[in-house]
DNA sequence: CAGTGGTCTAGACCACGTG
DNA sequence: ACGTGGTCTAGACCACTGA
């Protein structure tokens, strides 16, 4: 019944079986040459299945030995990364928002050099609080390009996720650039969280394009640090965490310098 | 002359190309077929060399439309990735370390589960300041399992990466999760990056594994938030980010929790 | 509708590990 | 020595994009 890539289905059954712990930790897989025979596959589409499950870290391979698994892998569904309401729902919590803004203005230098437009062309800019069971968590500030935050005038901003809406308009997100750090809530941020100041906030800024490489917003979420954490996997072979200087790209927080 | 893998070579062309800005965002690559002619490639070898790519988010792929630039890929290097001095030369800087204390001890319950030892086995817990140009900016306390902790005695700790004096050892770390979150400095952690206590810090909580999901070390490592960011590329194919509530695994440190 | 990427096959040779 | 994963080829069909 299901219209679905055979190799996909090789590594969703592979993966459900290291989630379900049939498959633990250490333990081998059988060659790819008994894998293709018991799913009636070529070799080669068993390999597509085993190198996805490698990019999530569930398994890894040594030439000469078999395939092992390291661990279960991550979620990985690229929604729950980009939208909070997706993510919330996936832990069991009830997501919230509160439209705090939302506005037209011109794109400062910094908004025109993230959006590769010019600056002074009209851009949307959204404050949202984030809340889970009613808890204030987060604060997004996020900045649209025109097109799209002309269609955010029309939707639901107070509890549905933004990004399955805009989805449905066929705009696609498929790529994001997050870079995190930690920062002291300011006094806006103290009081829309509902915090002392300076408590120490986990900052996540973020730049996503479509699949044509064309940018469509950037983002400045704030996370009370003791409620949220990012989650990493990385292996040998592929992943894509890097640790930064915090660069001079900030020069209006006065921030502290190296020598 | 050169001994390596055709689909690595044409994957290095092209990010290097990219890197260069010989190809810019938006700008769309010859076909695989075309590819593959100019390489003396097969297609097949192409697809994987584009597939690496992707997974590093730099191009991307729609049915019927050709490969399309999003933008210049991250370093990328796993070994930058577990050790401060290799990242630390790569960003231009000197690293530098303190070796403040090297112990042997018996494994508490968290380094038992972490590590997937018995609990009162011996294991090694290095404390260290790490240095960026004379200034303190990272303090790491890791812990290694016994049979690696014992070589750590010998080693260089207070400059050198002890990952690469491992990895002479025949020590290899193929797979690692972070768990990163913003925490306030405590009086030690004030004291040793010689900051105000409760400044924010970024903490980046390591398990690491050898290639056959051996747990080799566990690390709390805490950066100074307003040096240090970390910056991670994820597509909508490939990508391994994930937020998480901060779980009740810390019970040791009175953390507010969610209703 | 011509060209593109996505999927899949059947085979081949090699370098490496484990017994 | 044998089996394993890593690499590579040549060809096929399909779904989709874009002119």
């Keep these: 019944m299901r219209e679905e890539p055979l190799h996909r289905y090789i590594a969703d059954e592979l ?17 790819e040459h008994e894998l293709a025979q018991a799913f009636g596959a070529s070799r080669g589409t068993v390999r597509q299945a085993l190198n996805q499950l490698r990019g999530e870290g569930a398994i890894a391979a040594r030439r000469g ?12 569904s690229f929604s729950e990364l980009l939208s909070f309401s997706a993510w919330a729902r996936a832990e069991g919590h ?19 050099e993230t959006l590769n437009i010019a600056a002074g062309e009209s851009i949307y800019r959204l404050l949202r609080v984030r809340t889970l069971s009613e808890t204030p968590v987060m604060i997004e500030r996020t900045t649209f390009i025109e097109p799209i935050g002309r269609l955010l005038v029309d939707l639901d901003l107070d ?18 650039r997050h870079t995190i ?20 906030l986990l900052r996540q800024r973020r730049a996503s394009t479509s699949q044509t490489g064309q940018p469509l917003e950037w983002s400045d979420d ?14 040998a072979m592929s992943g894509n965490l890097e640790r930064l200087l ?11 310098k190296l020598s």
């Design 15 to 31: 993966r459900r079986q290291i989630l379900d712990e049939h498959l633990v930790p250490g333990y081998q897989l059988p060659s």
């Design 65 to 76: 030995a078999r395939w092992v698994v390291l661990a279960a892998p991550l979620v990985q």
């Design 94 to 112: 009830e997501p919230g928002g509160t439209e705090v803004e939302l506005s037209r203005r011109r794109a400062t230098q910094h908004d025109a």
């Design 159 to 176: 509890s549905e996720s933004i990004y399955e809406q805009l989805g449905d308009h066929g705009i696609v997100f498929a790529r994001a």
């Design 181 to 200: 750090d930690a920062i002291p809530a300011t006094a806006e941020d103290a009081r829309l969280l509902d915090i002392p100041r300076r408590t120490p």
């Design 222 to 235: 704030r996370y009370r640090g003791d409620v949220v954490a990012f989650v990493i996997d990385n292996t």
């Design 246 to 256: 915090a660069a001079e790209e900030d020069a209006e927080s006065g921030e502290s």
